[in-house]
């Protein structure tokens, strides 16, 4: 089955700091990657939709100078939380769609989270 | 805009009983797809079943079958012989199907499974 891995799978940093986290596709490719946000004992919140080759597309509310997100081939996108503050601790999964038609190609196959914590 | 409902916080059920998770849905959009997920404590999201807006037929995986009623705009979840492991939360989410096919989910369900 498709397969998407997420690195790291947990992180700590100071406040202040950047954190990047890459999202990949390991057994297909993903024109359409797309980046959620969790709190704890919430759902999943839709940050930002990554497409391959171009800007991606933020929900309301999201910083794009904060969460830069950037999606440099089929199989790679990744999300930097720029300057982050205690705020933005939280849990973040990206999923990814087939590129391919057949029946597969409705399902989002998502990473298995990364939990940040700003300290 | 979309929006998922999902009213159960909470939900226990005995091993091997079976067990529905409601859902409702508004949308204005006439194609769509109705998905649930499965989160274990772990994390990770785990697809389940999907529905989509044309289908005539209920879709089933397994265990799992998703009740669909289109008039009344619901999509519950329905588990049979439930076991120990399917305690975990669960989303219920909709998709439309143009643009750039945004996922919209619910606040989920906690399915506890007892002995």
């Known amino acids: 089955g498709a397969v998407v891995s997420q690195h790291p799978s947990w992180v700590i940093c100071k406040s202040g700091t950047s954190v990047k986290i890459e999202c990949r596709s390991l057994d297909f490719q993903a024109t359409t990657m797309f980046w959620y946000r969790q709190f704890p004992k919430q759902s999943l919140m839709l940050m930002a939709t990554s497409n391959e080759g171009s800007k991606a597309t933020y929900e309301q509310g ?14 790679l996108s990744t999300l930097t939380v720029t300057s982050a503050h205690p705020e933005d601790s939280s849990f973040y999964i990206c999923s990814a769609r ?3 038609g057949g029946r597969s190609s409705y399902e989002q196959y998502f990473g298995p ?3 940040l ?3 | 805009a979309q ?7 909470g939900m226990f059920v ?3 009983e079976a067990v529905t998770l409601d859902c409702t849905y508004d949308t204005s959009d006439q194609s769509y797809g109705l998905f649930w ?3 274990p404590s772990s994390g990770e999201m785990i697809f389940l079943i999907y529905q989509g807006s044309y289908d005539e037929q209920n879709a089933t995986e397994g265990r799992y079958s998703l009740n669909f009623q289109k008039a009344r705009k619901s999509a519950n979840l329905v588990i049979s012989a439930s076991q120990l492991g399917d305690s975990a939360m669960y989303f219920c989410a909709m998709r439309d199907e143009g643009g750039y096919q945004k996922v919209t989910f619910g606040i989920g ?6 002995p």
């Open chain 1, 117 to 119: 914590t700003v300290t």
């Open chain 2, 14 to 16: 005995q091993e091997k």
């Open chain 1, 62 to 75: 999201v910083e794009k100078d904060k969460f830069l997100i950037n999606h440099a081939s089929l199989t």
């Open chain 1, 98 to 100: 087939l590129l391919a």
């Open chain 2, 109 to 114: 369900t906690k399915l506890q499974v007892i």
């Open chain 2, 3 to 9: 929006k998922i409902t999902q009213t159960q916080p």
């Open chain 2, 37 to 39: 997920y499965k989160q």
């Open chain 1, 113 to 115: 989270g990364t939990r």
